[in-house]
C-alpha cells in the first residue's frame, strides 16, 4: 500500500501511496464500466450512521393559491440533488411535496370568492392568476373584521369536510399544482404532492396520544407541547379549535416514522426554521415514535440576494417569481447564443433550430449548479454573468470537460468495454494526481451523505474536471506508447464525471424531433460545445453526439 513514509523534525508524516495500490483502487471503483460506491461506503460507515434504507426527503413545499417565487429555489434544488445522491446509492426515496394546501388562508380565500364569484360552483372561472387572488382576499382580510370573522368559519367548515367549501378548496389547488408541474418540468424534477389536508385527519389521534403521555399544555385556550429548550411553542390546536401548521407537521412526522417507516427524515428549508424542526423532532423523541438507528436530520440554507446583497424583489417590494427568474436567464443565454451563431455556416446554424428550448436548458443548468456549489447555510448573491460564463467554476465548464472525454473515445474509434478489460500503467505526475483526485471521490461522498453539504460534491467536480484538463494537455492520449492505460483512466473519469453531473443535475438532454429526412441529432451538449467554441481563439473540439 505505501511505497514510502517519512516523518519530519516538526512532527510531520509524510505518507506516499505506492503506484500498484492507486491502480488497484482505481480498477476496483470502477466495475462493469461504471463506478461502484457500495462497497466503499460500506467500508466507511461507523456504528452512528444507522440503517437509511427508507429515506424521506421533505423539499420545495410551496403554498396552493401562491406562485413559486425565488425563496423556493434553494429547498427544490438542494432537496432533489439529496434525493438523487441516495438514489444512486439504490436507496429507496420518497420525493415529498408538503405543499401548504390548508389552514385558515383558505377559509379567506373560500369567503372571497363567494363574495366576488357566487356562482363559482356552476361555471368555474380561470384560474390563472392566483398570486392576484390571493393578495385581494388577504387586503380585506387585514382591512374588514367581519371579513376576518367570516374567513375563519370558513375555514371551520373546510376543516368539517363542507362540501361547497370542498369544492372551492380542490378548484384551487388544481390550479395551483397545475402551474407548479409546468414549472418542475423545466427543472427536471420529479416529487410527490403530500400536502397538509393529507394529514387533516390524522391529526385528533395524534394528540389524544400525546395527551395520555402528559406531553401537551394549555396556553390560554391553545393547546401547546412546549420545547425545553426553546421559548416558542408547537401550537397544536388554536383556540377555535382549528389546527394549523403545527398541528399539520406534527402529524406528519408521526406518519412518516409510525406508517411509512422511514428510518431517514430529512426536511430541507430555510435556516429560519430551524427551532421549529428541532422543536418538533424533541417532541417526536420523547413520544417514542423515533426508533433506535432512525434519523431526523433538518438541512438549512440561507437566502438568495440580489447582486447588491439584498433581498431579491421586485421594484415594486414583492418576492421574485421563479418562473420570472428563469424567463430572463433564458432570454439572456438566448441573446448571446443569436449574437454568436451569426458567423456560423448555415449547416452550423441548423443545430440552433430550437434555439428556445436550449437556451432555456442552459439557463436552467446554470442556475441549478451556482445554487449547489454554494455553502447551503450562508447566503449567496445570484447572478446571470457568473452563472452563463464558460470559463471558471460554472456549469457550462464542467459539461465542456465532459464533452472533451466524449471526444476522445470518439476519436480512438473504441468499445468502452474493450478498454475495462485491460490494466493501469500510471507512469508519470499527471496520471498519478488525477488518480488520487478519483480516490477521493468515496470519502467525499460519504463526507456529502453524513453531513448534507451538497456544496463539496461541486467542489470536487470542479476538481476533477480541472485535474483532468491538465492530464489531458500534458499527456500523449492517442497513439502514444501507454495508449491503453491512458484511455481507461480516461473512461474511469468520464464516469465519475458523468455521475456527480447527474447528482447536481447540471444538464438535460433535449433532441430534435424526427424528420423524414435524416438530420444530424442535437443535444445542449453539442450546442454547449459550439458556444464554447465561439469564445476562444482555437477550434477547441467537434460535434459530439452523445445520449446522456
Not at 420545495?60 to 429547498?75: D, F, Q, T
Not at 468499445?415 to 478519483?438: P, R, T
Not at 447527474?502 to 459550439?530: P, Y
Request: aromatic share 12%; with cysteine; proline share 1%.
Amino acid at each position: 500500500m505505501f511505497e514510502d513514509i517519512k516523518a519530519s523534525a516538526q512532527g510531520f508524516i509524510t505518507v506516499k501511496l505506492s503506484k500498484d495500490y492507486i491502480e488497484k483502487s482505481l480498477l476496483k471503483l470502477f466495475q462493469n464500466n461504471k463506478i461502484d460506491l457500495s462497497v466503499n461506503i460500506n467500508e466507511l460507515k461507523d456504528e452512528n450512521d444507522g440503517n437509511c434504507d427508507n429515506v424521506l426527503v421533505d423539499f420545495s413545499s410551496p403554498n396552493i393559491a401562491k406562485e413559486m417565487h425565488v425563496g423556493h429555489l434553494r429547498s427544490t434544488i438542494l432537496g432533489d440533488s439529496i434525493c438523487r445522491i441516495f438514489e444512486f446509492l439504490n436507496v429507496h426515496t420518497h420525493r415529498i411535496n408538503h405543499v401548504g394546501d390548508w389552514g385558515t388562508q383558505f377559509g379567506m380565500l373560500i369567503n372571497y370568492i363567494n363574495i366576488h364569484y357566487p356562482k363559482f360552483k356552476e361555471k368555474v372561472p380561470e384560474l390563472n392568476n392566483l398570486t392576484s387572488l390571493y393578495q385581494s382576499a388577504k387586503k380585506m382580510y387585514d382591512s374588514d373584521k367581519e371579513f376576518e370573522k367570516n374567513s375563519k368559519e370558513y375555514a371551520i367548515k373546510l376543516q368539517n369536510d363542507d362540501e361547497d367549501c370542498k369544492f372551492i378548496w380542490n378548484a384551487l389547488n388544481n390550479a395551483s399544482k397545475k402551474e407548479f408541474d409546468k414549472l418542475y418540468k423545466i427543472l427536471n424534477i420529479k416529487l410527490d404532492y403530500v400536502g397538509e389536508s393529507f394529514y387533516k385527519s390524522k391529526i385528533p389521534a395524534v394528540l389524544k396520544m400525546l395527551k395520555e403521555k402528559n406531553l401537551l399544555t394549555n396556553i390560554g385556550d391553545a393547546l401547546c407541547y412546549q420545547s425545553t429548550k426553546f421559548k416558542v411553542p408547537l401550537f397544536l390546536q388554536k383556540s377555535n379549535g382549528t389546527y394549523g401548521y403545527d398541528s399539520t407537521d406534527t402529524a406528519g412526522i408521526h406518519y412518516r416514522l409510525q406508517v411509512i417507516n422511514a428510518n431517514c427524515i430529512i426536511y430541507v428549508t430555510d435556516n429560519g426554521q430551524s427551532s421549529h424542526f428541532e422543536t418538533l423532532f424533541e417532541l417526536a423523541k420523547k413520544a417514542e415514535w423515533v426508533k433506535e438507528g432512525v434519523k431526523l436530520i433538518f438541512v438549512g440554507f440561507g437566502l438568495v440576494l440580489n447582486e447588491d446583497g439584498k433581498k431579491f424583489k421586485t421594484r415594486s417590494g414583492t418576492t421574485i417569481k421563479l418562473i420570472n427568474l428563469i424567463n430572463e436567464g433564458t432570454d439572456r443565454a438566448k441573446k448571446d447564443l443569436l449574437e454568436k451563431i451569426k458567423s456560423k455556416s448555415d449547416e452550423e446554424k441548423k443545430y440552433f433550430e430550437d434555439i428556445d428550448k436550449l437556451s432555456e436548458d442552459l439557463c436552467v443548468s446554470a442556475i441549478k449548479y451556482f445554487d449547489i456549489k454554494q455553502h447551503r447555510n450562508t447566503d449567496y448573491k445570484f447572478s446571470y454573468d457568473n452563472m452563463l460564463n464558460v470559463k471558471g467554476n460554472t456549469g457550462v465548464y464542467i459539461i465542456y470537460a465532459y464533452s472533451r472525454m466524449c471526444s476522445i473515445f470518439r476519436k480512438a474509434n473504441i468499445n468502452v468495454d474493450d478498454i475495462s478489460k485491460g490494466e493501469l500503467n500510471l507512469i508519470n505526475q499527471y496520471e498519478i494526481k488525477l488518480g488520487l483526485h478519483i480516490l477521493k471521490f468515496p470519502d467525499t461522498f460519504y463526507f456529502i451523505l453524513k453531513n448534507m453539504l451538497i456544496h463539496k460534491l461541486a467542489e470536487y467536480t470542479y476538481d476533477l474536471t480541472t485535474t483532468f484538463t491538465a492530464f489531458y494537455e500534458n499527456c500523449k492520449i492517442l497513439g502514444g506508447d501507454n495508449e491503453h492505460s491512458r484511455l481507461l483512466l480516461c473512461a474511469i473519469t468520464k464516469s465519475l464525471l458523468k455521475v456527480s453531473r447527474k447528482q447536481i443535475v447540471i444538464f438535460h438532454v433535449t433532441r430534435k424531433k424526427k424528420k423524414k429526412k435524416k438530420k444530424k441529432k442535437c443535444t445542449l451538449l453539442t450546442v454547449i460545445i459550439m458556444y464554447l467554441n465561439m469564445h476562444t481563439s482555437k477550434y477547441v473540439c467537434t460535434y459530439i453526439h452523445i445520449h446522456v
